[in-house]
């Protein structure tokens, strides 16, 4: 790799001092590298932290400066471009990231020498129906989440797996989950973790109303329906379908939110000599 491009969460990196450092270093290598610009004037979790009409039309890699939340929102950024993403800490847990910030010159020499490999990541691609009509579609990269809007009580979820019931949920929601996302909300739901580079998705209820509720894992060819249900005849349900805690749609009793396999996957750039094992177990300590 020799041409890259840095996406900066420039309230991780306020005076951008990491990123210029990386900048210069990577430039000191014979390499090219450039800033994304961002979108003036607007919430980069709602519209995302590149402008990508002003995008660099020849990238090798693009190198993430932020947590977790900055590298999801640059993956849909950049969903379906076949770009490799490799992130830099500079935020909390950090799962997705793979440099760290006392690590960047190792971290760039070896993306630069080629001592690298790459992951395939899945993606999810949410769709809500009302009454047969396609009304909203998305994508995530660690979860699509369907959940009680606001005050209102329990929510009733229908689940089905290519087109058999495989549930019927009374609960705060439920979590349809990449095996990237498995280490996010549902790991704090109770779901189970799943290693990253396989291709599974994972269905998590939120505190069921349930002694026997469970997560169930199921292919990434499979499909599944969420619908909701009316628990009162007086009033609508409310609820909200959320990608990657981003992108949000209201629903109505009846609406169904279908979630596949997206068509396109993410090239994670993997530079890391410990495992995943050893990853989960010191992350998580640190929680």
């Not at 994304?36 to 980069?44: I, K």
């Not at 979790?45 to 999801?72: N, R």
């Not at 019931?165 to 790991?187: K, R």
Request: hydrophobic share 40%; net charge negative; glycine share 8%.
């Amino acid at each position: 790799m020799d041409k890259f491009l840095i996406v900066t969460n420039q309230d991780k990196d306020r005076e951008l001092r990491v990123t210029k450092e990386i900048k210069k270093y990577i430039e000191s290598r014979d390499c090219t590298c450039h800033l994304a610009e961002p979108l003036v004037g607007t919430d980069p979790l709602q519209t995302g932290y590149t402008d990508m009409s002003k995008l660099q039309e020849d990238v090798d890699c693009v190198i993430v400066l932020g947590g977790d939340g900055t590298f999801i929102q640059t993956v849909r950024d950049f969903a379906g471009l076949d770009i490799p993403m490799v992130g830099v800490n500079m935020g909390t847990v950090g799962f997705l990231a793979a440099i760290d910030v006392d690590g960047l010159h190792d971290g760039i020499d070896a993306l630069i020498d080629g001592k690298f490999s790459i992951q395939q990541r899945i993606m999810l691609l949410g769709q809500v129906y009302r009454e047969g009509r396609r009304l909203q579609k998305s994508i995530a990269f660690n979860d699509v989440i369907v959940t009680r809007s606001g005050f209102s009580r329990l929510v009733e979820l229908k689940i089905y797996v290519n087109d058999q019931l495989l549930d019927i949920y009374a609960a705060d929601g439920v979590i349809v989950s990449t095996p990237t996302g498995s280490t996010g909300y549902n790991l704090s739901a109770g779901g189970p973790v799943v290693f990253p580079e396989t291709e599974m998705m994972i269905i998590t209820p939120i505190c069921p109303h349930s002694l026997s509720a469970r997560s169930v894992v199921v292919s990434a060819q499979a499909k599944i329906k969420i619908e909701v249900g009316r628990r009162r005849k007086t009033q609508k349900e409310e609820a909200l379908v959320t990608y990657d805690g981003q992108t949000v749609w209201e629903l109505e009793s009846s609406d169904v939110v279908e979630i596949v396999q997206a068509s396109t996957k993410v090239p994670i750039v993997n530079i890391r000599q410990k495992s995943f094992c050893d990853i989960l177990r010191n992350k998580m300590k640190n929680v």
